[in-house]
């Protein structure tokens, strides 16, 4: 099969991904676009909102719909390292045998990761940059593809652990998930109160997301293109000469260059799931807030004032 034909096959293939997971999830089009968009780019996503908002329902029900292994690991304060990763036993032949834990799945929810203590959370980071888990001096590769979705709750900050910004670096996306319209929630609780149940298809399997997983990697971009997203993650940085007054004014630390790299694939990612077989701005600047909005560290006088690092993104877009 073409290249251009895999294009077309894609974006096919988007649509009724799309469709099976619209039977389950109502609304939230931005939150399973950017989420899909992060599975398709190799990349891993944050997801933040308050509780109820089905973050838990939606991973799972993108998992049936790419026909992939799911696991939920709830993090709390006493979740050890081995309680992710898994441990080795001693069997009944006093061998020594490694027993996996829950992180050998395709997509992972990693639920409430700021619950959890650095050294459990550096764990999962680990995997997630690797792909592979370390015990007793033995590397265990996970399976492909591997993804993982983590999920914060930004209103309960006691007891909680929050993710340094290097390690928030290792996520593609931080997806904000918001309150659904009154017309939305209206048809959750018609759909959700009576007995029917719908049931998603699994539209493609592992191959085929690792097929476009390449394809995705193998379109081709335009310099222009490819400059704007350089400029776009150097223009966060205060003190460079490129800088604009509001990030001088408020951003202490700007986004590196994994953030460059990040506009460029999610922006492939993008044009392939519109059918386009090149990226243009529009494709980055579509990308830009949920790939930045992680990686600006406000100032004090940011915070004082009040600009959320979405209006700060808007300012330099």
């Not at 039977?23 to 399973?32: A, F, L, S, W």
């Not at 904000?176 to 959700?192: F, G, H, I, N, R």
Request: one cysteine or more.
């Amino acid at each position: 099969m073409s290249d251009t034909q895999a294009v077309e096959q894609f974006g096919e293939h988007y649509r009724k991904l799309k469709a099976e997971i619209g039977k389950v999830i109502i609304g939230q089009e931005k939150v399973v676009d950017l989420v899909l968009l992060g599975i398709f780019s190799r990349g891993h996503c944050l997801l933040v909102g308050v509780p109820g908002l089905a973050k838990t329902l939606l991973v799972n029900t993108v998992a049936q719909g790419l026909g992939l292994s799911f696991n939920r690991i709830q993090f709390t304060p006493d979740l050890m390292p081995s309680d992710i990763i898994g441990s080795e036993i001693l069997d009944q032949d006093r061998r020594f045998r490694f027993v996996r834990g829950p992180i050998f799945a395709n997509i992972i929810l990693a639920d409430e990761i700021n619950r959890t203590p650095p050294k459990t959370q550096a764990a999962l980071l680990e995997a997630m940059q690797e792909k592979a888990v370390t015990a007793a001096g033995s590397t265990h590769l996970l399976p492909e593809p591997f993804f993982v979705l983590a999920t914060q709750n930004p209103i309960e900050q006691e007891g909680t652990y929050p993710l340094p910004e290097a390690q928030l670096d290792r996520f593609m996306f931080n997806i904000w998930v918001d309150y659904p319209t009154y017309e939305e929630e209206l048809s959750v609780v018609k759909a959700t109160t009576g007995d029917s149940k719908p049931v998603v298809q699994p539209v493609l399997s592992a191959e085929d997301i690792m097929r476009y997983q390449g394809l995705v990697r193998r379109i081709p971009v335009a310099d222009n293109v490819l400059e704007y997203a350089v400029k776009l993650a150097t223009r966060t940085r205060p003190g460079l000469p490129t800088a604009p007054a509001i990030i001088n004014e408020h951003v202490s630390w700007g986004a590196g260059p994994r953030a460059s790299q990040f506009l460029v694939v999610g922006a492939k990612a993008h044009a392939l799931a519109h059918g386009r077989f090149s990226p243009d701005i529009a494709d980055v600047q579509a990308v830009a807030t949920p790939i930045l909005r992680h990686r600006l560290v406000r100032n004090y006088k940011a915070e004082a004032e009040g600009v959320t690092v979405d209006k700060i993104v808007q300012g330099i877009l």
